[in-house]
Structure formats: C-alpha cells, structure tokens
C-alpha cells in the first residue's frame, strides 16, 4: 500500500525564474566629452606633479633664467617690433596763383613799381600810405634793390590754399643772388577774394627797408 502524500504546509512554490537586470542607459556624447576632459586633467595634474618633483633641485635656476628670458624678450620686442605709425600727411589741394600775384612777381623782378602797386588791393594801398610808403617809395625801393646788385633769377611756386575768407594764400621760393653769392628765400602772399594782394612777408622786404 502506498502512503498518502501530505500537502506541504507553505503551499506549491513556483518554479524559480532567473531575471537579468535592466541595462544602464547609455551615456550621451556630452557626459562622454565631459569624462573625457576629466581623464587628460588628472592626467595632466599627475603629470605636473611627477614634473615638478623631478625640477624641484633646479628651482632657483629655472626662475632666473625666467627672469632674463623675460627681460630679452621685452628688449627685443622694443627694438624689432611693429612701431607705431607715422602721422598722416594730407597735403592741401593747390591752387593756381592770381594774376594780381603773377604782376607783383613780375614787377619785384624788373623793379617796376607800377606792376607791384597795381597787384595790391585797396586795403594794402592804403595801409601801405599810412606808413609813409607809396609808388614812388616803392620804386625808390625797388632801385635800391638793383643798384646793390640783387637778381630775382626764378620763382618756385610752392602751393596755394584757399582760405575761409574767400582769399587765399600762395607760398613761393625765390632764388635771389647779389655779388657772386645766391640764396633761396620764402616768399608768403595772402590776397583777398578779388585776387589782389594783402599781405606780403619776405626777408627781402627788410632788406630793403634797412638800406
């Protein structure tokens, strides 16, 4: 006879199943770039470290020659870098002389005052009466200046500029020589709008006026 089988007490187990776990997600280009960097500054720092321990006995060498390194490469730097640029020349647009001026000019080289008392504006005339100087003055002024000898050989006309007033400015070298000797001399003339002259400044205006 067979015996009756007893039901166990903690009732039927199931069958054991074995489950895997679930995956980690995986990580994304960002967090793998931020590793990344954290790897190579470990790396580095131990690296330094490492380094540092291997120089430590050339210490102070290592700073002076750091020192004079520096002070070189300043040095060289003032003397072979880029220096700071010139200042810009803006040349002002000549302009062609008046022909009050061209009469003046023509008149001082042959010493004839008509030419010259002609080209002054009304303004200059009369500043020039209320110094005592007139055409005739003027005259005996420019026979003074060739009975010493002095020969206007060239004008070089330099530039003129226009000014604010209207007028204008004209800048010349004269080439001058008197008894074997010649010289270049600057010769400013300033006229009003009309053209005519109002201002003249010249050494051989003193010249003449102290003979």
Do not use: C, H
Request: net charge positive; proline share 8%.
């Amino acid at each position: 006879m067979q015996r009756p089988v007893m039901p166990s007490p903690y009732g039927v187990q199931p069958p054991y199943t074995y489950q895997a776990a679930p995956a980690a997600p995986r990580a994304g280009a960002f967090t793998r770039f931020v590793r990344l960097l954290r790897l190579l500054l470990r790396r580095l720092l131990y690296g330094t470290v490492l380094l540092g321990r291997a120089l430590r006995p050339f210490a102070l060498t290592l700073v002076v020659a750091t020192g004079l390194l520096s002070v070189i490469g300043w040095m060289s730097w003032q003397i072979w870098g880029p220096k700071p640029g010139a200042p810009d020349f803006v040349r002002a647009e000549s302009i062609a002389p008046a022909p009050a001026v061209l009469n003046y000019l023509q008149g001082r080289k042959t010493f004839n005052a008509d030419l010259m008392w002609e080209a002054f504006s009304t303004e200059y005339q009369s500043s020039q009466l209320n110094l005592g100087a007139s055409k005739a003055t003027l005259q005996s002024q420019a026979d003074t200046e060739k009975s010493m000898g002095l020969v206007y050989n060239r004008y070089d006309y330099v530039g003129g500029v226009s000014l604010d007033d209207g007028g204008s400015m004209y800048f010349y070298s004269v080439l001058v020589s008197m008894q074997s000797q010649s010289a270049k001399v600057p010769l400013v003339i300033t006229a009003n709008p009309d053209g005519k002259i109002v201002s003249i400044i010249s050494p051989l205006n003193r010249l003449t006026q102290n003979n």
